[in-house]
């Protein structure tokens, strides 16, 4: 029976320490995504936050998810960890019942982008989740803890600097892992026939034509600068914006503008930029599912996603400069590179925190042994 008990135990660690992890992930590589989901809760609650107060939630969020995620998987603080995982759950249980019944907004959000599932499926995850750390309340300190206590220290340390580095590459880049409908290599068009369904759509300012055709070009390159909220657009970023347009021209990259805004903000945001290039007029929504950031940059060639990023992430402030590369592709980061060693980097430390927990352990079994073999020796 003791036995069934730790086995079920680890187990139990590993899928709600799992299920722990990945929310958090998932909604860390893209906190504006995560943001976006959370204004859509408070506006169904009718109390706005401010923005930074907001920011501070979402980041709050994910990394606490990401790391109590990670200690029930190693069971450190067996005592602590399941009753904190607790906590969240008495809040988590009841709202996702609440989401599930009325219906508020379409996808609760719980994992990000990357995976979609019911407002009920999520409460019924949540009630098998919720019973399982009841479990461990009761029964974690019958497994050991992958990191010894002496180090969980060091755990939480990497744990945090981890996940609020991805946050913040997401926040002010571009999320690391793009599990969106255009992600770099996709097209904004099915076919040579026209766009998809999920496309984005563009329109004239003044007369809402479409103006697709005219707007996003499936032959050559293409620079597409979008701004979904134009209000809030800085006014510091229309040089860069206008010195880029003319680093386009001579370079033989068509450049156009997508915005959403009131025809006043519009306007206004015209009349301050002064900018030569055309302007068209997009859903924020659509904007969003393209690229994140105000403004965000996406360059195209022949219609497909090269790269995508914010305008204050391309670091160069006059793109008429001489030292200026009139290759677009070289003014992206490489994000999957990044991504792959900074999650590289976190599990070398944890397994060797891993290691030297263990060290003590093998040592003593060691000389057990070996006092137990020279006794035999003796004895015989």
């Known amino acids: 029976m003791e036995q069934a008990i730790k086995i079920l135990t680890w187990l139990l660690r590993i899928v709600c320490g799992g299920l722990f992890i990945f929310s958090g992930f998932v909604k860390a590589i893209d906190p504006w995504g995560t943001i976006f989901k959370v204004e859509e809760y408070i506006g169904a609650f009718g109390f706005p ?26 069971g450190c603080f067996r005592k602590s960890c399941p009753v904190f995982a607790g906590i969240i759950m008495v809040f988590m249980l009841p709202l996702s019942l609440w989401i599930a019944l009325e219906n508020p907004v ?27 750390i009841v479990w461990l309340v009761k029964y974690n300190l019958n497994g050991i803890c992958l990191i010894s206590p002496a180090f969980q220290w060091l755990a939480v340390v990497a744990s945090g600097i981890f996940i609020v580095l991805i946050e913040l590459v997401g926040f002010f880049y571009q999320p690391l892992i793009d599990f969106r409908d255009y992600p770099q290599g996709a097209t904004l068009f099915a076919d040579e026939d026209g766009y998809d369904d999920h496309g984005l759509e563009v329109f004239d300012i003044d007369s809402g034509d479409d103006m697709n055709a005219e707007a996003l070009s499936p032959e050559g390159k293409e620079l597409v600068v979008m701004i979904p909220k134009v209000s809030m657009v800085s006014p510091a970023t229309t040089w860069k914006l206008n010195s880029l347009y003319e680093w386009a021209e001579e370079n033989g990259v068509k450049m156009i503008g997508v915005v959403s805004g009131s025809r006043e903000e519009i306007e206004q945001w015209e009349d301050l930029s002064m900018a030569s290039y055309p302007i068209f007029l997009a859903d924020d929504s659509a904007i969003k599912e393209v ?85 035999g020796v003796r004895h015989h």
């Open 106 to 132: 379409a996808d609760c959000g719980c994992f990000g982008d990357a995976l979609s599932i019911s407002n009920w499926a999520t409460f019924w995850k949540n009630v098998i989740l919720s019973a399982g």
């Open 49 to 74: 936050l401010p923005f930074a107060l907001l920011r501070l939630f979402v980041f709050g969020l994910c990394a606490v998810e990401f790391v109590v995620g990670c200690f029930l998987a190693l």
């Open 291 to 375: 690229v994140r950031g105000n403004p965000g940059i996406v360059y195209l060639d022949k219609g497909k996603v090269v790269w995508k990023t914010t305008l204050n992430a391309i670091d160069i402030d006059d793109f008429l400069g001489p030292e200026v590369s009139g290759d677009a592709s070289t003014f992206a980061r490489d994000n999957t590179r990044f991504l792959r060693n900074c999650i590289l980097s976190y599990l070398l430390f944890m397994a060797f925190l891993i290691f030297i927990s263990f060290t003590p352990r093998m040592a003593r079994l060691l000389t057990r042994g070996g006092l137990a073999s020279s006794r």
